[in-house]
């Protein structure tokens, strides 16, 4: 920011940063908004580099990974609440201060630091909000939810993290365009999937979600066992808490617990665990005897309703595999846990690490003793470099693709395609 602003050019950090360190807890990352135009960036940080095909960022990095993003203030056009487009539209404008603020999606993230007075600057009420822990939409709830549905999942991101109310008409407008989501790209919804079950408060998140009805367009398989029929019907403010309901409560709490930890849990393990009440509910998982033949049958049929369930999430292929591994031996080592010691043709699997801990997990949030270890899912090794080091951003050749290649020659008769080394 400083070398931007010595440079001629004004520099803010926006969003996430300016709200964590307004709820005292520590930034994840960084975000810097500027003046400068990515091309006048890009000259200015060597160590960067360009991104983005509908709005270009710049990318500044540094040693250790780190990664700061610096993007250029926007222009409010595309989002004018009195437009008449209803999507959002291709542009690259640029805008001021006051423009920007008004593109955010809520308004405690819509904040502004800046390094002259050491002064916050807020256009939309966002230090109000914050103050009253309250979650609101910058602009019409409804109209900036209709040009992106995944503003709905955001809002409710940050409302579980934070402990956070949903404002009234922003809570009116999720509960009337909740089934919007599914004119979402699937890439989007997964990434936002993704960053929910990593937030560190997936409990919370995912009572919010079924609460709005989110979580059943995103997964619409579990909205049978989670919300079943009643008669007469519940009162709301009561709402029944079903088994299953229950028990996958308890399985994001235990995996609340290892994200905040320290523990990356991969993908295919945390929609595994998240499948346990479903594949008990639907495929009665814990009462069968998987062995033999079974066991190739079962196998069979996880697969087939990954398949059918999943495909709003575009879950790779070896992540079901995964998946569908860890659920079907869930019941053997359910099974043999109950005995002093597990059987030798059992620890030779090459399941048997990850599966030990897919159960032990599992345990956990069934009752049993806290996971204390997990061998194969190490948290993240601290990072020794300094991170205000830049590195080099090595530029493409422009060389010819033929660049570099020379014939080649052999010593033995006849050489090698007709060609001797004299």
């Known amino acids: 920011m400083y070398k931007l602003r010595d440079a001629g050019f004004s520099a803010y950090l926006v969003g996430g940063g300016v709200r964590d360190i307004f709820l005292g807890k520590k930034p994840k ?55 008449e487009n209803e999507v ?17 999606d809520l308004t405690i993230n819509a904040l502004f630091y800046e390094i002259e007075n050491h002064t916050v600057i807020d256009y939309c009420g966002g230090v109000e909000d914050i103050q009253k822990r309250i979650i609101r939409i910058v602009g019409d709830p409804e109209r900036r939810i209709i040009r992106d549905p995944v503003r709905i999942m955001r809002a409710i991101r940050h409302a579980s993290r934070n402990d956070f109310a949903i404002e009234d008409i922003t809570w009116q407008a999720i509960l009337q365009h909740s089934a919007d989501l599914r004119l979402c790209p699937i890439s989007r919804i997964r990434d936002e999937v993704f960053k929910d079950f990593r937030s560190g408060s997936l409990a919370a998140w995912a009572r919010i979600a079924i609460e709005s009805r989110i979580f059943f367009e995103i997964f619409p398989f579990y909205e049978d066992l989670l919300l079943p029929a009643t008669d007469p019907p519940q009162d709301p403010q009561t709402p029944k808490v079903t088994p299953a309901l229950e028990f996958l409560l308890e399985i994001f709490q235990v995996i609340d617990r290892l994200q905040n930890d320290g523990h990356k849990l991969p993908d295919h393990l945390l929609i595994a665990l998240f499948l346990i009440p479903w594949a008990q509910e639907k495929m009665g998982l814990m009462q069968l005897d998987l062995s033999g033949k079974a066991h190739f049958t079962f196998s069979r049929q996880m697969r087939y309703e990954l398949n059918l369930n999943f495909n709003r999430l575009s879950i790779k292929r070896l992540d079901k595999e995964n998946i569908t591994s860890l659920l079907v031996n869930l019941p053997t ?14 620890l030779r699997k090459s399941y048997f690490n990850t599966g030990l801990e897919f159960y032990e997990i599992y345990r956990e949030a069934t009752g049993g003793d806290m996971v204390t270890s997990l061998n194969s ?40 395609f007709g060609l001797k080394r004299k």
């Open 29 to 83: 990352d960084f975000d810097i908004s500027t003046d400068a135009r990515p091309g006048q960036l890009r000259k200015l940080f060597n160590n960067s580099r360009i991104i983005g095909n509908r709005f270009r960022l710049v990318q500044v990095l540094f040693r250790g990974g780190k990664i700061v993003e610096v993007s250029t203030l926007r222009c409010k056009s595309e989002y004018d609440i009195n437009g």
């Open 333 to 346: 080592f359910i099974k043999f846990s109950e005995k002093s010691k597990w059987p030798g043709w059992f």
């Open 377 to 416: 899912i190490r948290k993240p090794e601290p990072e020794h470099v300094p991170d205000h080091e830049p590195v080099h951003v090595r530029k493409k050749s422009r060389s010819s693709r033929h660049a570099g290649r020379t014939p080649a020659f052999s010593n033995t008769a006849g050489g090698i």
């Open 88 to 104: 959002l539209q291709s542009n690259n404008t640029f805008g001021s201060l006051e423009d920007d603020a008004f593109r955010r």
